[in-house]
């Protein structure tokens, strides 16, 4: 079975600020994805970014990052020069695979992030 | 980027009502698709998985015929609430993903069902 554990139910941060939501993931799996999505009040879920467990450099995209470390399994995101916009839920989620895209995921609780300006 | 059509975006209606709600991939083939639940200030709970041309597998607790779930395509699935009650009212959300490795799942934007 799958878990994925974020601690942080709601976050505030001054706007400019970089910031970090924590994410913990627990999997017998040998090899799987690791995916961070944001929703905003709206409601519908943007993916931002993916790990797979045998990449070897931490993903980037944009001013997203994620500070993957295998050995803890935790796969954090990073949110440089946050702005008003990133104001929104952000689940972490797993999936068994990390090959196919036809396995379904495991999210997490979620965090609930506000931007202060 | 890969685009998930979902409609209606709202659905208000009177209790014993069956309502449909389809979810498309617009520019790929969506082999697998992935039908959410969604209650507020909640992380999404899995309802079921549907694959093209055969019958979806459902996650424990959640009722298949109160739930259908049709994947004629690979464009196109469909989730039928029927007879619907109050208790259904929620936020529906769906994904589909291709069989392509590495790449994810990717959302609609939802169904607001709210039954009276």
């Known amino acids: 079975a799958q878990k994925i554990t974020q601690t942080q139910p709601g976050m505030f941060v001054q706007e400019k600020e970089a910031v970090t939501l924590d994410c913990t993931y627990d999997t017998s799996d040998p090899s799987y994805g690791l995916f961070w999505y944001k929703q905003p009040s709206s409601g519908e879920m943007i993916f931002l970014i993916y790990?797979?467990?045998?990449?070897?450099q931490n993903a980037t995209e944009g001013r997203y990052s994620l500070n993957f470390q295998k050995a803890r399994k935790s796969a954090n995101l990073v949110i440089s020069a946050s702005q008003l916009g990133d104001s929104a839920m952000y689940f972490c989620?797993?999936?068994?695979?990390?090959?196919?895209?036809?396995?379904?995921?495991?999210f997490g609780t979620g965090t609930r992030l506000t931007i202060i300006p | 980027g890969a685009v998930v059509s979902q409609h209606p975006s709202r659905v208000i209606c009177k209790s014993g009502t069956s309502v449909k709600i389809e979810c498309r991939s617009l520019d790929f083939q969506a082999t697998t698709m992935f039908w959410y639940r969604q209650f507020p200030k909640q992380s999404l709970m899995l309802m079921a998985t549907s694959n093209e041309g055969s019958k979806a597998t459902y996650e424990q607790g959640v009722e298949k015929d109160k739930f259908l779930i049709n994947h004629a395509s690979l464009t196109l699935s469909t989730l039928t609430v029927t007879s619907a009650h109050p208790e259904d009212s929620s936020f529906y959300i769906c994904?589909?993903?291709?069989?392509?490795?590495?790449?994810?799942?990717?959302f609609g934007d939802g169904t607001r069902l709210s039954i009276l």
């Open positions: 994904s589909a993903s291709s069989d392509r490795a590495n790449q994810p799942q990717h």
């Open positions: 790990q797979g467990s045998y990449d070897q």
């Open positions: 989620a797993m999936r068994g695979t990390a090959n196919f895209g036809n396995e379904k995921l495991t």
